[in-house]
């Protein structure tokens, strides 16, 4: 015990510790002092304090925020203490003293670091874990992009937009309002499904010639899928006309994403030919509108035409 | 006939050329046979012709493809004239274009003439840093020395009226002006289903704002149905308010054309 509390009683461990908490701290307060100026220069230029920009505030700021948290952490971590250490033996000479005291301060950083280490991995405190991890999953997704802020994912079988993502939570916003916070240190564990990255994969080819491999995926649109149901009687100049309508009504309506091909399948039941419509809209949350866009056209052309729909069946 | 598109930005003014698309069009479809007569009219041309605002005949609804399909499939089906250069020159907008493609593989029938590089490169290195001067604006409040007050003082009224979610038709308009272009209430009335009350409101609002103005009006005259365009200055705002509002990013699509076509 006693030379537990030798190792750990000296100045070089305490300036260590302070260093740590100090740098954190400091670190905070600088990164708030920032964000605030911000917000007083933006109201002073008559900006409200909610930001237009989805997209585009992402990735530049937070792929800087997370270099210099990395940055932060290993000087503070790793490069402290070596230094802390260089300091001790040229303060403490090359006497016998000087030199126990060095080896003291030199064990007494290293218990420390160690013992900061090992509580993180050894499972410790569960609020160190979770900001440890949480952290590290953040800065490592500013850079290899497992999903961005913005993006339309599914984390735990929870869909929605990735609104935040800092070291304790990434905040979905679902599709009919909810917000839903997922613990970030969770996340190295999941299955994350970026809905960008599925448009890629799954278009690709579908495109023709060159340009298919070269179209930018715009990053927010977002599949949208509608079923029309045509009467079996329907003829096969009706089944064009119909066709036709819904190809020309999804391009015209101010929610689609040129960018993605409309398609259109039939199959076939007893009750009914489907006409399965897929296109892509500009947002997820246009989706609504961009079915009643569809549809509204589509039923009034029907009727205009007089194209049979397929009627419900009633129950036997 | 060989054709290649030559892409134009903002509507400068009403093609009255005898070889502006639309004439051109309306004259063929009036005679017997569509092929002939723009053949005719054709080989009546100068040794400097070139189609005129081919994006005239283009909107963005059920069957506003047509016109446009129709006549470039034309001219495209025709045998080339003999001492008229090679290819004929179609002059189009720029954003029309870029949506033609991606909708309908337009760039098959039309493809970018090759004299029309740097000039193209420079429109979109134009748009790109005035959308990155707004960025920056919209994120620190500061003025940077490529922004003036008053377009930083345009800016906010147009964020003022599109920034709110129940803007949506205010975000149709803006998109519907952007693709099909000059565009009057009646067309927003009946394209976007909105009420002629509300479309030429939302009109008059964006042109109080500088962001639409008036085209092909004459001096004086009073036209009972006015013709709105984005104005030339403000479409990298517009290009931005869409793309942060609506999800539309018609630049980023053109960039990805232009890279897919250049490699």
């Given amino acids: 015990m006693i030379s537990l509390a030798h190792l750990l009683i000296n100045p070089y461990v305490a300036a260590y510790v302070l260093i740590l908490v100090g740098s954190q701290a400091f670190y905070r307060q600088w990164q708030q002092h920032k964000r605030d100026r911000i917000h007083t220069q933006r109201l002073t230029r008559g900006l409200p304090s909610k930001i237009l920009l989805n997209r585009t505030e992402q990735l530049t700021q937070r792929r800087r925020a997370a270099l210099g948290e990395t940055l932060l952490l290993f000087t503070t971590v790793i490069v402290a203490p070596i230094v802390l250490i260089g300091i001790a033996r040229v303060a403490n000479g090359s006497t016998?003293?000087?030199?126990?005291?060095?080896?003291?301060?030199?064990?007494?950083?290293?218990?420390?670091?160690?013992?900061?280490?090992?509580?993180?991995?050894?499972?410790?405190?569960?609020?160190?874990?979770?900001?440890?991890?949480?952290?590290?999953?953040?800065?490592?997704?500013?850079?290899?992009?497992?999903?961005?802020?913005?993006?339309?994912?599914?984390?735990?079988?929870?869909?929605?937009?990735?609104?935040?993502?800092?070291?304790?939570?990434?905040?979905?916003?679902?599709?009919?309002?909810?917000?839903?916070?997922?613990?970030?240190?969770?996340?190295?564990?999941?299955?994350?499904?970026?809905?960008?990255?599925?448009?890629?994969?799954?278009s690709s080819g579908q495109l023709s010639g060159q340009l298919a491999e070269k179209k930018a995926v715009n990053w927010q649109a977002s599949l949208c899928e509608m079923v029309f149901y045509l009467s079996p009687t329907a003829t096969s100049e009706q089944h064009a006309l119909a066709e036709n309508i819904i190809r020309e009504t999804a391009r015209s309506s101010a929610y689609i994403e040129p960018s993605w091909p409309v398609e259109i399948y039939y199959a076939q039941s007893p009750e009914a030919i489907a006409l399965t419509t897929t296109a892509y809209v500009t947002a997820i949350e246009h989706s609504a509108a961009f079915r009643s866009d569809i549809t509204r056209q589509f039923l009034a052309f029907a009727d205009r035409k007089q194209i049979p729909l397929a009627i419900a069946r009633a129950p036997l | 006939m060989q054709l290649a598109a030559k892409l134009t930005i903002g509507w400068a003014d009403i093609p009255r050329s005898q070889f502006a698309a639309a004439e051109l069009h309306s004259r063929?479809?009036?005679?017997?046979?569509?092929?002939?007569?723009?053949?005719?009219?054709?080989?009546?041309?100068?040794?400097?012709?070139?189609?005129?605002?081919?994006?005239?005949?283009?909107?963005?609804?059920?069957?506003?493809?047509?016109?446009?399909?129709?006549?470039?499939?034309?001219?495209?089906?025709?045998?080339?004239?003999?001492?008229?250069?090679?290819?004929?020159?179609?002059?189009?907008?720029?954003?029309a274009y870029t949506f033609l493609v991606g909708t309908h593989n337009f760039d098959r029938l039309l493809p970018i003439a090759e004299t029309n590089d740097i000039e193209l490169a420079e429109i979109q290195q134009g748009c790109a840093e005035a959308i990155r001067t707004l960025e920056n604006f919209e994120l620190t409040g500061s003025l940077p020395a490529s922004m003036s007050e008053l377009d930083a003082h345009q800016y906010l009224a147009l964020r003022r009226i599109i920034a709110r979610p129940s803007a949506r038709d205010e975000w149709r308009v803006l998109a519907r002006l952007l693709v099909s272009g000059p565009s009057t209430a009646s067309n927003l009335e009946r394209e976007l289903t909105l009420s002629y009350t509300f479309a030429a409101q939302t009109l008059q609002l964006f042109e109080s704002i500088g962001i639409f103005t008036r085209w092909g009006e004459e001096p004086g005259k009073n036209a009972e149905e006015p013709l709105f365009v984005i104005d030339k200055v403000a479409i990298p705002l517009v290009l931005f308010c869409l793309r942060e509002t609506l999800g539309l990013d018609l630049l980023g699509n053109l960039s990805a054309l232009l890279e897919a076509l250049y490699d």
């Avoid at chain 1, 997704?141 to 802020?149: G, H, K, W």
């Avoid at chain 2, 399909?69 to 179609?90: D, K, N, T």
């Fill in chain 1, 96 to 202: 016998e003293i000087g030199r126990q005291n060095s080896v003291n301060a030199q064990n007494g950083l290293g218990f420390v670091v160690l013992c900061a280490i090992g509580l993180v991995l050894l499972g410790g405190l569960p609020a160190i874990v979770a900001l440890v991890s949480g952290l590290a999953y953040k800065i490592v997704a500013a850079f290899s992009v497992p999903f961005q802020i913005g993006d339309y994912v599914t984390i735990k079988g929870i869909s929605g937009r990735v609104t935040l993502l800092n070291a304790f939570f990434v905040q979905l916003k679902t599709v009919n309002g909810q917000r839903v916070n997922v613990p970030t240190h969770t996340l190295w564990r999941e299955p994350i499904v970026t809905l960008c990255a599925q448009l890629c994969h799954q």
């Fill in chain 2, 28 to 95: 063929a479809i009036a005679a017997p046979h569509y092929d002939a007569s723009l053949y005719y009219q054709l080989r009546k041309a100068g040794r400097r012709t070139r189609i005129l605002g081919v994006d005239q005949l283009f909107r963005q609804t059920c069957g506003g493809f047509n016109p446009v399909q129709q006549l470039i499939g034309a001219l495209v089906s025709l045998p080339a004239i003999a001492s008229r250069p090679s290819p004929l020159l179609c002059e189009i907008d720029l954003f």
